[in-house]
């Protein structure tokens, strides 16, 4: 009897297994690239709507559908600056950073007082650095433009804020795990590229994101609008350009670790390098490949594997294979080596952003990013955790399938 009762019960999961599965919608990709379109324009005007003139602020948002982790929106990584900084009458100041195709827009009359406070500031040091040393100073110190661009960050970012909890639910093919995302980080590429060079102050990097299902249940009354903008997860953050020498250890270890002939699978190219990001943590960038063509006969060697003169298709199999041992060994090695960084703080994390060997016949990610707190690592490190506890608690997002 106890041997058909467990028949029945198997085969009553079977059947609610199979009926929700069967239940999964179908994305309507078409009515999501309108629904994206829809509301990139909506976002747009409500950043614009935090300045006066929005005739004169253009900004352009990208959005895109990644099914089963979010909708992205992206916005220009300088979104706020370079720019020229026009106060309304009365400030008696007008403020230039950036490049000739700059553009302008004018803080709302309530920020007056901010921006009164920030310009008397840097006329206080640009008096004192004039008696020092007895050498005119010209123009606005980067610090000042710092201090409003900060003030301008926080006006975009209450803007996304507004923007998810108002017309999240515009994108109706969301699931319930899967997140409304802004951002002016690019995706699987480095950020920061030339910054210093192209402007004498660092830009910001913001990301805002809530899951559909915390947008559903402020639809629905479940939670307060005032507890809905708190829950919003928000990062607003800049480079930290001081150099810390347990971050250049960990990219000469990966750098090492992963040469083609140490490597099991994929290889570098030492090609690694960190972006370390105030109150965040660290993003290591890494470009990994798989294989190289012969100039003599145009087949295929793949040196981490002992093998050469392949087909092409020969070639993609052995990527695709390689694959799983890659993500599995790369997370075993930050996990073993990250220990070696010393310098985050236990909230802060450590990131690998790799973009993977190219294969379009592979069905294998474009990039991989893997995220482990740093706390985690100590962890481990103390022997608090087990290596596979340790696992466990690693964030993976993959790209999109090539």
């Given amino acids: ?6 028949i029945a019960v198997m085969m009553g999961m079977v059947f609610l297994v199979t009926t929700q599965v069967s239940a999964q919608k179908t994305v309507d990709l078409e009515r999501m690239q309108r629904d994206i379109e829809v509301t990139e324009n909506i976002l747009g005007t409500l950043i614009k709507q935090q300045f006066e003139r929005r005739a004169f602020f253009p900004i352009e948002i990208q959005g895109e559908y990644r099914e ?35 553009y302008s827009f004018e803080f709302p009359s309530g920020d007056q007082a901010e921006l009164t406070r920030i310009l008397d500031e840097d006329m206080k040091v640009k008096n004192e650095v004039i008696r020092g040393t007895g050498r005119r100073s010209n123009g606005i110190s980067n610090a000042a433009v710092d201090s409003l661009r900060e003030l301008s960050t926080d006006k975009i970012i209450q803007a996304c804020k507004e923007f998810i909890a108002d017309y999240g639910d515009l994108i109706t093919q969301v699931g319930p795990t899967e997140k409304i995302m802004i951002t002016n980080r690019g995706d699987g590429e480095r950020m920061w590229y030339g910054a210093f060079v192209m402007n004498a102050t660092r830009p910001s990097y913001i990301s805002i994101e809530s899951t559909s299902a915390e947008i559903n249940q402020l639809k629905q009354g479940k939670v307060s609008r005032d507890q809905f903008m ?26 090492r670790l992963y040469r083609r002939d140490l490597s099991k699978s994929y290889f570098t190219e030492e090609n690694v390098y960190y972006e370390k990001l105030k109150d965040y943590g660290v993003i290591y960038y890494m ?22 003169d392949l087909t092409q298709e020969q070639r993609d199999g052995k990527v695709k294979e390689l694959y799983p041992k890659f993500e599995r060994d790369i997370k075993a090695d930050i996990l073993e080596y990250g220990r070696t960084v010393k310098s985050l703080k236990p909230e802060e994390v450590l990131v690998f952003n790799i973009m993977l060997t190219k294969c379009p016949a592979c069905d294998i990610p474009s990039s991989l990013e893997l995220t482990i707190k740093a706390s985690v690592l100590q962890d481990y490190a103390s022997g608090k955790l087990s290596k596979e506890a340790a696992l466990a608690k690693f964030s993976i997002k993959k790209g999109d399938n090539q």
């Fill in 230 to 255: 708190k829950n919003i997860k928000v990062i607003n953050t800049v480079m930290d350009d001081e150099l810390q020498p347990d971050l250049e250890l960990l990219t000469s270890i990966f750098n």
């Fill in 1 to 6: 009897m106890n041997k058909l009762v467990r």
């Fill in 287 to 308: 470009q990994v490949f798989s294989s190289n063509q012969s100039e003599y006969n145009r087949l295929w060697i793949m040196p981490t594997i002992g093998l050469q």
């Fill in 68 to 102: 089963g982790h979010s909708v992205t929106y992206r916005l220009p990584y300088d979104f706020n600056g370079p720019m020229v900084w026009h106060l309304s009458p009365g400030a008696g100041a007008t403020i230039l950073d950036g490049r000739s195709y700059s």
